[in-house]
């Protein structure tokens, strides 16, 4: 009778039941899915993570090549710096190496003027002027300045060049003043007729010491400055100024006027 009794059985409900293995595999399965937040959280950290280093990486590479331009425009910027310097370094140099020369020039054109000495005033004006009013430039500088090289130079360094271009500014003015000052104190060796024109030759003379003084002044500090920065004058520059000086004191003693009757 049981055996009859399961032949009626219907098939879905006679299947087998899955094996145990399988029903296993099921449940890790669904084991494994489960949700767990300690390694979601730690997952999103780690993203974050590489995100940030990533951006900081990027950032430091763009600083790095950005720090490599700038060197490269600082030390572009020196070099030219310091060539124009030179060269104002050497026209420094004259206003101490001339400077006997010039006093015992400037001496005698006073007292020619006073003497109303027109010939020995025209001897004075062949010899020339007793300094030499070469130019200094500061363009170096001023290309500098616009392409803001000072905020990546060490502020010393940077302030150094800046004295040093600031009193070559005022030495190109200074030059202009020494070149109109001595051609109207040698308006007179023409001896022309009036008392006011000897009076402005003599102011235009004294005028010229004044500012050959303020000149020596100005190159006194700007020596310092280009001292600082390691530079010298040109050497062949300095020679010629020496042998300037040599002749002009030289001729002035072999031209000079000769003394009043007594």
């Known amino acids: 009778m049981a055996q009859a009794t399961s032949d009626h059985i219907p098939a879905a409900q006679a299947a087998d039941p899955a094996p145990p293995g399988e029903a296993e595999d099921v449940e890790r399965v669904e084991i494994h899915h489960k949700p767990h937040p300690v390694h979601r959280w730690r ?3 780690n993203e974050i993570l590489v995100i940030v280093l990533g951006v900081l990486i990027a950032l430091g590479l763009d600083q790095f090549v950005d720090g490599l331009h700038w060197r490269h425009k600082v030390d572009q910027a020196e070099q030219n710096m310091r060539v124009e310097l030179g060269r104002d370094r050497t026209d420094a140099a004259q206003y101490a190496l001339l ?3 010039t006093d015992a020039y400037l001496d005698r054109m ?4 006073l003497r109303h000495d027109t010939a020995d005033l025209a001897t004075l004006n062949g010899l020339g002027e007793p300094f ?3 130019p200094w430039t500061a363009t170096a500088w001023e290309a500098a300045v616009a392409s803001q090289i000072g905020d990546h130079m060490a502020t010393g360094r940077f302030l150094n060049y800046a004295e040093a271009f600031r009193r070559a500014d005022l030495m190109k003015d200074v030059q202009f003043r020494l070149r109109d000052h001595f051609a109207a104190a040698m ?3 023409f001896g022309l007729p009036g008392g006011q024109g000897l009076t402005d030759e003599l102011i235009a003379a004294e005028d010229l010491r004044r500012d050959v003084t303020l000149a020596r002044a100005i190159t006194s500090d700007f020596i310092a400055n280009t001292d600082a920065l390691n530079i ?6 300095v020679v010629i100024y020496r042998r300037k000086s040599e002749l002009c004191l030289t001729t002035l003693r072999s031209r000079a006027p000769a003394p009043a009757a007594g």
């Open 132 to 134: 030499v009013t070469e």
């Open 232 to 237: 010298s004058p040109n050497a062949r520059g």
């Open 187 to 189: 308006v007179g060796r």
């Open 43 to 45: 997952e999103f950290l």
């Open 110 to 113: 006073r007292d020619d003027l």
């Open 99 to 101: 400077g006997p020369c």
